[in-house]
């Protein structure tokens, strides 16, 4: 428990994230404290209260961190179980372990939403290049073969053909925990966000809509212009998932929406999204605050929109662009801080306003 009054928010993760939601959270009038293996001089603990420099396997340091603050949360989904099981001996963690274990493997993941009735692209676990092979052949179509753990931004991937050579593929991959899905020929891909309290009560976000270019997302546009009775189905998914695992904190989850009309999950991440940056100028409540809010046991806060908006993700490509949108009325620009614009790096986002 922190040793002044003012409640203190524990966050693992350095990235832009945290940056966030340490912003959001000072907003508030809460205080932030960033624990990382890279902490000092990061996106995030340079607007935090508070940064501790520690591996998450340091046990006395973490014991130290967690004693020291009201509540953790993490900014991203692959923190080690261990490392929150040791946080949650000294206060409230989110999104608590069930989410953090689920949400780590992309078995674990679409094997709960088939359980819960909610549909996936069909989908098979490889560990071997028999498997890979046995799965092709059942399939005979386009495919793609992902690591379980660990990927992000479209890393880890390889798009298969029926005929291409399984042992290669295998090889390439390098892993012995996989998965194959099919390939949905999709009308567009959307995402869904909810915040839900330690009472078990949830608040949603309207849902977006989102566009990825070489496996990372570029673009996402709000509220999400599909059939109101798929954006309902999504955000039911949603909730479902996030009391399954009776979550606590915020849940994203990933959709596509196939070209026959079908809503089918990708996979969750039980933190804020990219694809909800937009909320910060774009609604009542930006997931941030919503995240801020719930952690320190305050009520949600309102969820509408002020219209429709669109948030471009700045990679380290785009940072040439940096003076047209300083220049562009109307346009949000957020950057990150981070020193090295890398190809392919999120370096930051504008949002604007694109309707009624
Ligand atoms: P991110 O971190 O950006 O969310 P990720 O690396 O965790 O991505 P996915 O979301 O599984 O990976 O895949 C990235 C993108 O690749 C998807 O948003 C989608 O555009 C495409 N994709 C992934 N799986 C499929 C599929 N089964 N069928 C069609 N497209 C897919
Ligand atoms: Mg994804």
Known sequence: MSSDTTPIIGILGSGQLGRMLAIAAAQLGLKTHIYAPDAAGSPAAEVASFHTTASYDD??????????????????????ARTMDIISEFCPASPGHAPLHT?????REKTLATELGISTPRFWHIRNAADLAAAMDELQAPAILKTCQLGYDGKGQIRMSPQDDTDAAIATLNSDDAILEEMIEFDCEISCLIARDRDGQHHH????????????????????????LLADAAIEA?????????????????????????LLFNEMAPRPHNSFHWTIEGCATSQFTQLARTLAGRPFGATHTYGRWQMDNLLGQHMPQVPDLLAAPGVHLHLYGKPQARTGRKMGHATRRIGD
Not at 103 to 107: L, S
Not at 205 to 228: C, D, K, T, Y
């Open 238 to 262: 949603t909730a479902a998932l996030a009391d399954s695992l009776n979550l606590f904190g915020i849940l994203a989850v990933e959709f596509f929406i196939s070209r026959d009309g079908r």
């Open 103 to 107: 949400a780590q493997h992309r078995i």
């Open 59 to 80: 046990d006395a340091a973490l014991r130290v961190f967690a004693g020291g603050v009201d509540v953790v949360t993490s900014e991203f989904e692959n923190v080690p």
């Open 205 to 228: 976000f309207p849902v977006s809509q989102n566009r990825h270019e070489a496996g990372i997302l570029a673009q996402s546009v709000a509220p999400a212009p599909v059939l109101p």
